[in-house]
């Protein structure tokens, strides 16, 4: 049975950081593309990161130079480190796994940025 088990999220202020982590169990995560989406209320889910399996990595313009995508083949870990969290990161974070038709949503995390 495949699992995405994301977790680090919680309560930071603005300008805290945070370090996200996807831990995959069932499916051997260092070929799969891994992303982070992140769904605040009443809005639609929106990518934000991305690292392939050779470590390429992609940020959506909202996060470039604050978060960095990273992997541990060992761990069979994604993790997102977030800094310099401001209120509009508030969000549920979910991680996915992605390899031709396999396609694996975690639960997701949340994360709330408030003084």
């Known amino acids: 049975q495949v699992q995405l088990v994301e977790s680090g999220g919680g309560l930071v202020q603005p300008g805290g950081s945070l370090r996200l982590s996807c831990a995959a169990s069932g499916i051997i995560f260092s070929i799969y593309t891994v992303s982070w989406f992140r769904q605040a ?30 992997r541990d083949n060992a761990k069979n870990t994604v993790y997102l480190q977030m800094n310099s969290l401001k209120p509009e990161d508030t969000a549920v974070y979910y991680c996915r796994g992605f390899l031709r038709q396999n396609n694996y949503w975690g639960q997701g995390t949340q994360v709330t940025v408030s003084s």
Do not use: C, E, M, W
Not at 54 to 67: C, H, I, L, P, Q
């Open 41 to 70: 209320p009443g809005k639609q889910r929106d990518l934000v990161a991305t690292i392939t399996s050779s470590g390429s990595t992609n940020y959506a313009d909202s996060v470039k130079g604050r978060f960095t995508i990273s």
